[in-house]
């Protein structure tokens, strides 16, 4: 399944005023793709749900999402480069990203076809970089394939910020390698073992690159200094 096609880079991370960046190739600091999409989307939700558990009860959540997030990606990469995948905490939190990754393992990687990066590094210098979860062929399509842990299924309109993750992996991917990747396959399993997948491309696609592209016009209006050395 594993096919050794493009060489991707190790990215270099640095932290800086609270923000995540990569060295690009010309050694100069560009935002991740989560950073943009964090500094340009609308927070008010998750601000209110904050205020509203407190913020000591917010953070437990999170990292323990975090926590099962980390444990499942892991088994998924190891079990598609063919290694041993079962390593998990024995403890509540171990056990049930055990699960969700054997649900994903078991039924949900079916139509993955071949896989030509796993956590691969990604940029477009001078704009933004990042890691993609999975590289490779979905469906008999060149495709991003993004793995999703989550507490409930969400709804398609609640992941917009996933798709544009998505899109913006996709462009770099084929701006660094001349591909025509223009598909994103999403695969969620959340805490009751439920699956489910969301998949895009061509027309649906192209509009996601354009919300992307408005997004990092966006950022460099504010941040444009930022990062810079």
């Known amino acids: 399944m594993f096919k050794n096609k493009y060489s ?58 975090t926590t099962i997030g980390t444990a499942v990606h892991l088994a998924i990469e190891n079990y598609l480069y063919g290694k041993e995948w079962e390593h998990f905490t024995d403890d509540k939190i171990g056990l049930l990203s055990q699960q969700i990754a054997k649900r994903f393992i078991d039924d949900c990687l079916n139509d993955i076809d071949e896989v030509w990066g796993l956590e691969s590094g990604l940029v477009v210098d001078g704009l933004y ?73 061509d027309a649906e696609f192209d509009s996601y690159t354009d919300k992307w592209k408005k997004r990092i016009i966006g950022y460099y209006k504010v941040h444009e200094v930022l990062g810079r050395e």
């Open 129 to 201: 970089a990042g890691t993609a979860d999975c590289i490779g062929m979905f469906k008999g399509k060149p495709t991003i394939i993004d793995f999703k842990t989550a507490k409930k299924i969400k709804r398609k309109d609640w992941i917009e910020d996933y798709f544009l993750q998505g899109a913006a992996y996709a462009n770099a991917h084929n701006v660094m390698h001349g591909t025509q990747i223009k598909s994103i396959a999403i695969l969620m399993v959340d805490r009751d073992l439920l699956f489910k997948e969301f998949f895009i491309s």
């Open 8 to 65: 991707y880079p190790d990215l270099v991370r640095v932290e800086k005023n609270d923000v995540r960046y990569y060295r690009d190739s010309q050694e100069n600091l560009v935002p991740s793709v989560t950073s943009i999409l964090s500094a340009t989307g609308d927070k008010s939700g998750i601000d209110a749900w904050k205020r509203r558990v407190g913020a000591k009860a917010a953070k437990a959540v999170v990292d323990e999402a």
